[in-house]
């Protein structure tokens, strides 16, 4: 009974020691893209922009606030009457609501806009995405290669070793020549200074992964890239689709949209106002209503 209690708890401590190593058993070629998708600034920021331009999409059309206006008309400033609020017939406080309406075309023109603003996030979006993640696969590729060449370089320099420390032997054989032993230490040589050179392309292969996976990037690499099979003849078909022409054609809808609110302004907006006005007790109240007009003059 208390082994059978036991063989659970022991599980789980052995799941929790492995379970690291597991995790951190190395940068495989997809998860490196999924975290650049992940938490690349470039894309959180391209985010950010969609949402904007998708919460100010449903405003374009709308009309403006309305306006509260309030004031005293017919105020007597001399005579017997003067600053009296209710003596005179004339004096009213009013308070009016105002709504100014603009042309079915300008805002018509404003909603199209907004839309097409969307439209060009959603595609600038897409091209973000392409562009990091074909960067972070040119990162892991450039550490999966620069490391491939720091390996056969160490196996250059373990065959250049085991041919010095046979040469001595050999030369005191007659079976090579006292110039090889030269030859041998100048390879030596010429290998360090290749080792130098590809250990620093690993370093610099690996600050630019880090870029984009964080300190991941520090792992061992694991599996190999996928492989791409690409046909040209549907590449050259499908240039008209490609992702970093795709917001152009809603920037060209921007503009007209942007036109179009420009030549609605040469056919004015109107308002309509309704305003309560209230005299002295003696006096009955009123109600007034009017429409007004822009005039574009100048067109």
Do not use: C
């Not at 300190?215 to 190999?224: H, M, T």
Request: aromatic share 6%; proline share 5%.
């Amino acid at each position: 009974m208390a082994f059978s209690l036991l063989r659970p708890r022991v599980g789980l401590a052995l799941a929790a020691l492995y379970l690291p190593a597991l995790a951190s058993a190395g940068l495989s070629f997809d998860e490196a893209t999924q975290l650049a998708r992940d938490q690349a600034p470039s894309l959180i920021a391209q985010h950010d922009a969609l949402a904007a331009a998708q919460a100010a999409q449903p405003a374009a059309a709308a009309l403006p606030d309305p306006r509260l206006t309030t004031g005293v008309d017919n105020l007597p400033i001399s005579g017997q009457d003067r600053l009296s609020l209710t003596r005179d017939f004339m004096t009213m406080q009013r308070i009016g609501l105002m709504q100014e309406v603009p042309n079915r075309a300008k805002r018509e023109a404003r909603a199209a806009g907004a839309q097409a603003r969307v439209e060009r996030e959603q595609a600038m979006l897409a091209v973000s995405q392409l562009a990091v993640q074909r960067d972070v696969a040119l990162a892991w590729l450039g550490v999966q290669y620069a490391e491939r060449r720091a390996a056969q370089l160490a196996d250059l320099e373990r065959e250049n070793r085991f041919l010095l420390d046979t040469l001595e032997a050999r030369i005191a054989s007659g079976k090579a020549m006292p110039a090889e032993r030269t030859m041998a230490r100048q390879e030596t040589l010429a290998l360090a200074d290749r080792r130098d050179d590809a250990q620093r392309d690993v370093a610099k292969a690996r600050a630019a992964l880090r870029r984009w996976v964080g300190a991941r990037a520090d792992e061992a690499l694991e599996g190999e890239p996928p492989t791409l099979a690409i046909d040209p003849e549907s590449v050259r078909a499908g240039l008209h689709r490609h992702a970093e022409i795709a917001p152009y054609a809603a920037m060209q809808a921007i503009a007209q949209a942007e036109a179009a609110e420009a030549d609605a302004e040469q056919r004015g907006d109107w308002a309509w106002e309704v305003v309560y006005s209230r005299r002295g007790p003696q006096y009955g109240d009123m109600v007034s209503f009017q429409l007004s007009f822009d005039l574009p003059w100048q067109r």
